[in-house]
């Protein structure tokens, strides 16, 4: 069975979606690890309740992005990791990553990419009068959410609630992410 790492920074949403996929056989992958770069992020919780592997790490710990990204590669080459699916990952990867799993690292991107990089997507969007959102997956290079596309879904919305624009993309993004991971370990 293919192994699936998951780097979270935050909540853990779309994490939860693709372990409980995996979990009940609708991914036909097992989540062997979880990587995080924040303590008391609450995707941790949501991977102990899967019973997953959690690698915590503070980055201001380590004297370089290389450091703690060789760690983490370390750890995944052990687990004999197939895919890596960054889920709100709030950093860049560097090049010790990208040298060893390149073309195997995808991220979920919420917006219909290449516009609205960054950390405040769906925001940017809502604020520049966006009447069609949007979810993008693509392979990850050295650049803020760039690399090439893989899947992407439209999500139309003309409402003024951006609390009920978040709740609908994130439902876009659960399902992509599930639909586009089968694909990929096919
Ligand atoms: C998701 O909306 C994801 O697309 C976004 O962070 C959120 C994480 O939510 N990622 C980015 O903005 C990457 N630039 P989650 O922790 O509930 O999965």
């Keep these: 069975m293919k192994k699936l790492a998951i780097f979270a920074s935050g909540n ?7 372990a409980a996929a995996c979990a009940e056989g609708r991914i036909d992958a097992e989540v062997a690890l979880c990587v995080c770069d924040k303590a008391g992020a609450y995707v941790i919780e949501r991977a102990a309740k899967y019973g997953v592997e959690v690698l915590v790490f503070n980055p201001k710990e380590y004297g370089s992005k290389a450091e703690y990204e060789r760690l983490v590669a370390d750890r995944m080459d052990t687990l004999g990791i197939d895919l890596v699916c960054l889920a709100g990952y709030m950093r860049i990867v560097g090049d010790e990553l990208l040298g060893r ?15 609205f990089v960054g950390a405040h997507a769906i925001q940017d969007a ?10 993008t ?6 650049t803020l959410d760039g690399g090439k596309i893989i899947s992407q879904v439209a999500v139309p919305y003309e409402g003024g609630d951006v609390e009920e624009l978040e709740a609908m ?3 876009a993004e659960h399902r992509l992410y599930v639909d586009t991971v089968n694909k990929l370990i096919e």
């Design 126 to 135: 809502f604020d520049y009068g966006v009447k069609v959102f949007g979810v």
């Design 137 to 142: 997956i693509h392979y990850v290079d050295q």
């Design 169 to 171: 993309i994130h439902k």
């Design 101 to 115: 799993y390149g073309g195997k690292i995808v991220n979920i991107h919420p917006s219909l990419l290449p516009a």
């Design 12 to 18: 853990g949403s779309n994490f939860e979606a693709l």
